[in-house]
Nanobody, 125 residues
Framework: QVQLVESGGGLVQAGGSLRLSCVASGRTIISIPMAWFRQPPGKEREFVAAIRSGGSTLYADSVKGRFTISRDNAKNAMYLQMNSLKPEDTAVYYC???????????????????WGQGTQVTVSS
């Protein structure tokens, strides 16, 4: 079993930046796809970005060019660098991991087996 803990959320003005972290414990995440999702107020949880162990990535159109997903396998961690933040980026951000090793990337919420508790990101206008 994997436990995921997010951190780095907070309040930022539009145009600002934040860096989210997700640290895993319980097993190594070196060989499993990882992803970020977010849930805006009153809306469904939605895909943000995903990354495979080899570094290939997938992004939602709404964040392309502004957000960068990365991972540090030595630290058993994943990150989301968020630049040029907009008020519509306001959401609870969740870290997720796939249970099967060497799997493909996916933007589907049901594809991921492990979830963190979330961290709040609020972007003021």
């Amino acid at each position: 079993q994997v436990q995921l803990v997010e951190s780095g959320g907070g309040l930022v003005q539009a145009g600002g930046s934040l860096r989210l972290s997700c640290v895993a414990s319980g097993r190594t995440i070196i060989s499993i796809p990882m992803a970020w999702f977010r849930q805006p107020p009153g809306k469904e949880r939605e895909f943000v970005a995903a990354i495979r162990s080899g570094g290939s990535t997938l992004y939602a159109d709404s964040v392309k060019g502004r957000f960068t997903i990365s991972r540090d396998n030595a630290k058993n961690a994943m990150y989301l660098q968020m630049n040029s933040l907009k008020p519509e980026d306001t959401a609870v951000y969740y870290c997720a991991g796939r249970g099967s090793t060497w799997s493909r990337l996916s933007s589907e919420r049901s594809y991921y087996d492990y979830w963190g508790q979330g961290t709040q990101v609020t972007v003021s206008s």
